[in-house]
């Protein structure tokens, strides 16, 4: 969701990719730019948003008022797996009205994601625009992306030197690990927005911008347990929220993980230092097949390669811009990567698998 924290220029007036990518009028990018400008594909679609924005917050409704209306019983818990779904709608609007997708209007693309991310996630929007920005400019980037940093995961081979332990441990069985762990997800973006909170170099420009995000998280905080606790007891509460948030990290791992994992890494191909906008974006990243339903699921992150293309492209106008950008890499002679949902997953646990060999033949 990036905003204010990119600098660069380029050709899509997304603020991801002002982060970086090809500039001039003879560049491989900027045909297929002039082509997506003339089908008007960069055009806002406010209104589709705008639906799909009652639709959540009517959802939401109902799940409070089955709350309310159920009271203290253990049937109340089922309630959990459509709140973690419509979490992960409304996690899908952040991220879009981070990119500008929604709206031209920067404010008001900022305050759609402060409610969106703030105060009904309990994610600091700060937070996640200045991660993201950094990894929609350099995309799989062992050194520049912070997705793929080494972390309790890793992705290339030479992160795992010195790994021993638990680290070790959770190295050598990561691809199975995988999944386990995205149900940690959504616990562990509220507290990497805690942490940035109080962080003295956290991303905030100034003390307003973090008085206002800390004020909707604590928001957040209290209007979750407060609604628990008020229709639940407490061990229904707890054992309601484990629910809704291990459920809404896996989905959320399930949008995000395809997406580039097992994909080219630039700093370890020979002349990726040199790979301008289209390349640097097509090379690392995968799509996925599907129709509507898996549209709706992975929130248009499915059409991974058009969104790290044109990052303020409305999310509705990704699949009719596929034909243009297939056609386009088939021109100039660039690999454009789409498979199945399964397969895809099968393609990125199979990388974290060869990744974690080194620790398994040693151990």
């Known amino acids: 969701m990036p905003q204010a924290t990119a600098t660069l220029t380029a050709p899509d007036p997304s603020p991801a990719t002002r982060r970086g990518g090809d500039r001039g009028g003879g560049s491989e990018f900027a045909p297929l730019l002039r082509t997506i400008k003339e089908q008007g594909l960069l055009e ?14 009517v959802g939401l409704a109902a799940v409070v008022a089955g709350l309310v ?3 203290p019983s253990w049937w109340a818990l089922l309630l959990a797996v459509p709140l973690a779904l419509l979490s ?10 981070g990119h500008a997708q929604i ?29 993201h920005n950094r990894h929609h400019a350099n995309p799989n980037h062992l050194d520049k992306d912070p997705d793929v940093a080494a972390d309790i995961l890793v992705f290339a081979q030479h992160q795992t030197a010195g790994r021993a332990g638990l680290r070790g441990w959770l190295t050598r069985h990561q691809a199975w690990l995988f999944f386990p762990l995205t149900t940690l997800e959504g616990i562990a973006l509220k507290v990497y927005g805690f942490q940035a909170l109080f962080a003295e170099d956290g991303p905030y420009r100034n003390r307003r911008e973090r008085l206002v995000e800390g004020t909707l998280l604590l928001a957040h905080v209290l209007g979750y347990a407060t609604l628990l606790l008020t229709t639940l007891t407490a061990g229904q509460a707890l054992v309601f929220a484990l629910i809704h948030q291990m459920l809404l990290g896996l989905h959320l791992g399930m949008a995000f993980a395809p997406n580039h994992k097992g994909m080219e890494m630039p700093d370890a191909h020979p002349d990726g230092a040199s790979w301008g906008h289209l390349r640097r974006q097509v090379l690392t990243s995968r799509n996925i097949r599907g129709g509507f339903l898996t549209d709706w699921f992975l929130g248009g992150l499915n059409y991974q390669i058009e969104h790290h293309l044109f ?8 699949r009719l811009a596929q034909p243009a950008v297939r056609a386009h890499c088939r021109t100039v002679g660039i690999p454009y990567t789409e498979t199945g949902f ?22």
């Open 44 to 57: 806002r679609r406010a209104g589709w948003y705008a639906r799909g924005m009652a639709v959540n917050f």
């Open 69 to 71: 209306l159920l009271g």
């Open 88 to 97: 992960a709608r409304v996690a899908f609007v952040g991220h879009d009205a």
């Open 103 to 131: 709206s031209a209007d920067r404010r008001r693309n900022r305050m759609i994601q402060l409610v969106h991310a703030n105060l009904l996630l309990g994610m600091s929007q700060e937070w996640w625009n200045d991660k």
């Open 311 to 318: 990052p303020s492209m409305p999310r509705p106008h990704l």
């Open 342 to 363: 399964v397969e895809s997953y099968r393609q990125a646990l199979g990388h974290l698998h060869e990744v974690g060999e080194p620790l398994r033949s040693a151990a």
